[in-house]
């Protein structure tokens, strides 16, 4: 499995940014694909899910209502839209995959991208 993320980059407070995972290697169907952070000197952190299969999703309270994933079959790629974003907003991101539903640890995940920096300034 390979996961390529991008699509991060400096936004004002108050902004957009969308991530791209695209997801290769595999047929994903029976994935569950997630979104995890991790700002400067914090542990990794869960933002949220998808269920490749049926598209249902999950996302941690800190993003909740301004952040949405969502996938693109065709493309096997999976997106994080992210509206509303706030300094503390700011961390590299990373799209994971694995076909146990693992989630907000992120240890249990078991595929991983490179990670995308996205900077949120105040």
């Known amino acids: 499995v390979q996961l390529q993320a991008s699509g991060g980059g400096l936004v004002q407070a108050g902004g957009s940014l969308r991530l791209s995972c695209a997801a290769s290697g595999r047929t994903f169907s029976r994935y569950f694909m997630g979104w995890f952070r991790q700002a400067p000197g914090k542990e990794r952190e869960f933002v949220g899910a998808?269920?490749?299969?049926?598209?249902?999703?999950a996302y941690a309270d800190s993003v909740k209502g301004r952040f949405t994933i969502s996938r693109d079959i065709a493309k096997n790629t999976v997106y994080l839209q992210m509206n509303r974003l706030k300094p503390e907003d700011t961390a590299v991101y990373y799209c994971?995959?694995?076909?146990?539903?693992?989630?907000?640890?992120?240890?249990?995940?078991?595929?991983w991208g490179q990670g995308t920096l996205v900077t949120v300034s105040s």
């Open positions: 994971a995959a694995d076909q146990n539903y693992s989630g907000s640890g992120y240890r249990s995940w078991g595929y």
């Open positions: 998808i269920t490749w299969s049926d598209d249902s999703t």
